[in-house]
């Protein structure tokens, strides 16, 4: 069965430094979505992205932060300048794109970021 | 926006028993419904989501309830096993527009063999 995949698995970093999270979406979605989960809390929504642009953004999403889809399969999540507040499990979704109704995202398996 | 509360934060049962988790969302617009599991260490898996256009959705010890007029869904779990223990998430989504999920603050079950 096709999964999200993203890499790396665990990024440590130096705050102030720059970090670049990447994504695999199942190859037939046109959906994707960036989620983060700060350790024992819940999943908090930070973009979605269709056909080449964001589609939708939550507020923790500020100018630090910008997605891409450098070419047919990746998919990434920048963070310009790191914060201690950035630590937190990142992971990643897809979803099929269907007319008016929404549909299951599959998240990746999480890339852990620790900012020191 | 959206808000999604979900009770309780923690629920332990006797293997076999029955688990209710129940969850309240804000957004009258919101359509969609999805649970998911976390294990430890691991990423949220889809168990079952349901739509705002059916009350009742069962895939084999699993059930979703939603009631649009109160504004609430359930998870249950029949026959629960050991392997069931993990942390289990609502969300809501508006769907059309707006797809990103809100979340609830999780629950963690724990199954006694």
């Known amino acids: 069965e096709p999964e999200v995949t993203q890499t790396p698995s665990h990024q440590v970093t130096q705050m102030g430094q720059e970090v670049i999270l990447r994504c695999v979406p199942i190859s037939n979605h046109l959906y994707f979505y960036w989620y983060r989960q700060i350790l024992g809390q819940k999943v908090e929504f930070l973009v979605s992205?269709?056909?080449?642009?964001?589609?939708?953004k939550s507020e923790i999403f500020d100018d630090q932060f910008s997605v891409e889809r450098p070419d047919g399969s990746n998919f990434t999540l920048k963070i310009r300048s790191t914060k201690l507040e950035d630590s937190a499990m990142y992971f990643c979704?897809?979803?099929?794109?269907?007319?008016?109704?929404?549909?299951?995202?599959?998240f990746g398996p999480g890339t852990r970021l620790t900012v020191t | 926006g959206e808000n999604v509360e979900q009770h309780p934060s923690t629920l332990s049962v006797q293997e076999g028993d029955s688990a209710v988790i129940k969850c309240t969302y804000s957004?009258?617009?919101?359509?969609?419904f999805p649970w998911y599991k976390q294990e430890l260490g691991k990423r949220p898996q889809l168990i079952i989501d349901?739509?705002?256009?059916?009350g009742e959705k069962k895939d084999q010890r699993i059930a979703v309830t939603l009631n649009k007029t109160a504004k609430h869904f359930s998870l249950h779990i029949t026959e629960t096993q050991p392997e069931d223990s993990a942390v289990y998430f609502c969300a809501a989504s508006s769907g059309t527009g707006r797809r990103a999920l809100t979340f609830g603050s999780g629950t963690r079950l724990q199954v006694q063999p």
């Open positions: 992205f269709y056909n080449n642009e964001i589609s939708e």
């Open positions: 979704a897809s979803s099929e794109v269907r007319l008016v109704v929404a549909y299951e995202q599959y």
């Open positions: 957004d009258s617009a919101s359509n969609y």
């Open positions: 349901i739509r705002s256009n059916v």
